[in-house]
C-alpha cells in the first residue's frame, strides 16, 4: 500500500493533484508546475527542496491562489485543503482563510514588511481582518512577539521594521504568520537571509510552534542541511515536477533518484577534505523548451535511451518513497 493510500482523508491536511501552473509571456508558455502532486498530513512538516527555478515558490502560491496576474494562471488540478477544494473558492472565500487557517511566510523580511508601518499594526492586521475578538490588539501583538522571543516585545511592538534585526524580522514574519494558529503553514526560505546561528534559532522556533500548534507545515527550501534538521518527509522538485518523495532518513540513506543523489553529494562533509566540491553538470533546463522525456536527461550520468523520449512514470519502492526515473519503473 503507497503512502498516500495509507493516510485517511481526515488525516490529511492538504492534498494537491496534477496542479499546473502557467505563465503566459511574449515568447510563450512557461509551464512552471507541471502536474505536481502531493499530500501533507496532519502535523507533519514537509521539506520541499529543489535549485531555484523549480517551480516551489510557485507551488506554494498556488495553494495560497496568489499567483500573479494576468500572466500567472493555474491551468488545471485540485488544491484540497481538509477535502475542500481551493480553486473552487471564490476570491473572498480565499481571503478569509489566508492569514487564518492557511498562512505563509516570506523568505525577505525587508520585503515582506511595510518599512513604514510598525511592527505592532502589521502583526495586528491578520488578527483585526479575522475578527478576532481577544481583548485588546497591542497586548496580543506583544504576546505574538514574546511568542517568538523577541527580546522586550513591550517596546519593540512599536518599532518599525528596518530598526529590527535580520533575526528579528524573520520572527516577526513567523510571528504574523501563526498569529491565528493556522492549520497549514507555509515557509518559502525563511533562513536565506539569515546567518548560520540565527537560521538555526529559527528552525528551532518553527519546530517548537508546530509541537505548540499542531500545525502542518510546507518548508520550502534549497538547503539540505535545513530539512534535515526539522522536516519528516521531504519531496524533491526539478523543472516543475515532484521527482522523488520519500522519509527524512531514507532520503538521506537510500536517495533514488539521480537529482537527488547529486544535490546529496553537492553538500560538504565535515571533516571529510576533498580537492574539489561534488556539482551537478549543466544546467536547468529552459521553460520555454522542455525535454521531451525526462526533463533530468541532459545531465543525468544515467540517461538511457528511453528517458530522451518519454517521462518515467511514479514508482514506489516502498510505502513511503517514490520515484520518478525509468532506473526503476516501466518498460
Known amino acids: 500500500m503507497k503512502w498516500a493510500d495509507m493516510h485517511m482523508d481526515n488525516q490529511k491536511i492538504l492534498e494537491v493533484k496534477n496542479l499546473q501552473t502557467s505563465f503566459f509571456t511574449k515568447k510563450g508558455e512557461v509551464k512552471a508546475v507541471d502536474g505536481v ?26 495553494i495560497m491562489q496568489l499567483v500573479p496576474q494576468p500572466a500567472g494562471k493555474i491551468m488545471s488540478g485540485q488544491i484540497l485543503f481538509k477535502n475542500q477544494d481551493l480553486l473552487k473558492k471564490t476570491p473572498e472565500q480565499m481571503r478569509q482563510l489566508r492569514g487564518d ?55 519593540r511592538v512599536d518599532d518599525y521594521p528596518f530598526q529590527f534585526s535580520g533575526g528579528m524580522s524573520q520572527r516577526a514574519l513567523i510571528a504574523m504568520g501563526i ?3 493556522p492549520d497549514l503553514l507555509i515557509a518559502d526560505e525563511p533562513t536565506t537571509a539569515l546567518d548560520v546561528t540565527i537560521a538555526a534559532q529559527v528552525l528551532k522556533l518553527m519546530k517548537e510552534i508546530q509541537r505548540e500548534t499542531g500545525a502542518s507545515i510546507i518548508l520550502i527550501t534549497h538547503d539540505l542541511a535545513t530539512v534535515a534538521q526539522i522536516c519528516s518527509r521531504v519531496l524533491v522538485m526539478y523543472a516543475g515536477r515532484i521527482v522523488e518523495s520519500a522519509p527524512i532518513k531514507t532520503f538521506f540513506r537510500r536517495p533514488a533518484h539521480p537529482y537527488s543523489v547529486g544535490l546529496i553529494q553537492s553538500v560538504p562533509v565535515l571533516g571529510r577534505p576533498v580537492d574539489r566540491l561534488f556539482s551537478i553538470k549543466g544546467q536547468p533546463p529552459n521553460l520555454f523548451d522542455m525535454p521531451k522525456g525526462c526533463r533530468f536527461y541532459p545531465r543525468c550520468e544515467k540517461a538511457e535511451k528511453r528517458c530522451q523520449n518519454n517521462y518515467p512514470p511514479e514508482t514506489w519502492l516502498d510505502t513511503d518513497h517514490s520515484v520518478a526515473c525509468w532506473l526503476y519503473g516501466g518498460k
Open 37 to 62: 502532486s502531493f499530500s501533507i498530513g496532519k502535523g507533519e512538516i514537509v521539506g520541499l527542496v529543489g535549485e531555484s527555478g523549480s517551480g516551489k515558490s510557485i507551488t506554494s502560491l498556488s
Open 101 to 155: 487557517r492557511i498562512s505563509m511566510i516570506l523568505q525577505d523580511p525587508m520585503v515582506a514588511m511595510n518599512q513604514l508601518l510598525t511592527v505592532g499594526k502589521q502583526l495586528g492586521e491578520p488578527l483585526r481582518f479575522h475578527n478576532k475578538n481577544m481583548g485588546s490588539l497591542r497586548e496580543m501583538c506583544i504576546k505574538l512577539l514574546r511568542r517568538v522571543n523577541v527580546p522586550a516585545p513591550e517596546t
Open 179 to 181: 498569529a491565528n494558529d
